[in-house]
Structure formats: structure tokens, C-alpha cells
């Protein structure tokens, strides 16, 4: 059974820090590229991350380069997003989400997907 679980959401105040993990089950992990997506409320869901199978490419939605890092680790089947100096923008749920080979452009290309993660940015 295939399985994505996200965990380390929360409440944070603005500038403050969260590490989200992914742990993954089921399939070949380190075959996939590994994802990041979030969704605020009242919008649509937005790509925020990409890290390639070896964890030696990384890719960044343009608002959050310089403040998030992906990474993975192939041993222990997981994937993280540490997220600094947040701010209130950044709320919305994190979604993590495995697929064979680069990002694309639609949500169906994409072969798993967690259940999401809440991250709250708030005084």
C-alpha cells in the first residue's frame, strides 16, 4: 500500500521556523522525484518545491527561494521542507507528493500525494 504522510505543521509566529517531513512507504523512493505543494485558503494549489532522486538538484517556487530547503534521505524513505523566516503568506497546507522524473505541468501527472499538512503563519 502506497503511502505519504506529512507531519510538522503548526502555528508560527512571522520570522519563525518549521521543518516538514514526508515519510514515504510502498514503492521504489528513491526512483521518484519528490514534491511540495501548498494550497492557501480560497486558492488553488501551488507548486513550492522539487528535489531529483539523488537530492543533488533542488527547485524553488521563486517566493520561497532563500527561505526553504528541500531535502531526502533514500535510506530512511523521507523527504523534508525546512521552512524559515516565514511569513503570513506562507499559510496554506503542504502537500507532499512523489513522480517519476521532473515536475509537470498538471496535478494528474503526479503518482502520490500525502494528506496534507496545515502551516499557520500568524502573530
Known amino acids: 500500500q502506497v503511502r505519504l504522510v506529512e507531519s510538522g505543521g503548526g502555528l508560527v509566529q512571522p520570522g519563525g521556523s518549521l521543518r516538514l517531513s514526508c515519510a514515504a512507504s510502498?514503492?521504489?523512493?528513491?526512483?521518484?522525484?519528490m514534491y511540495w505543494f501548498r494550497q492557501a485558503p480560497g486558492k488553488g494549489l501551488e507548486w513550492v518545491s522539487a528535489?531529483?532522486?539523488?537530492?543533488?538538484?533542488?527547485f524553488y517556487l521563486g517566493s520561497v527561494k532563500g527561505r526553504f530547503t528541500t531535502s531526502r534521505d533514500n535510506v530512511k524513505n523521507m523527504a523534508h521542507l525546512q521552512m524559515n523566516s516565514l511569513k503570513p503568506e506562507d499559510t496554506a497546507v503542504y502537500y507532499c507528493?512523489?513522480?517519476?522524473?521532473?515536475?509537470?505541468?498538471?496535478?494528474?501527472?503526479?503518482?502520490?500525494w500525502g494528506q496534507g499538512t496545515q502551516v499557520t503563519v500568524s502573530s
Open positions: 507528493a512523489a513522480k517519476i522524473g521532473p515536475p509537470g505541468q498538471y496535478v494528474y501527472e503526479y503518482d502520490y
Open positions: 510502498g514503492f521504489t523512493f528513491s526512483s521518484y522525484w
Open positions: 528535489i531529483n532522486t539523488s537530492g543533488g538538484s533542488t
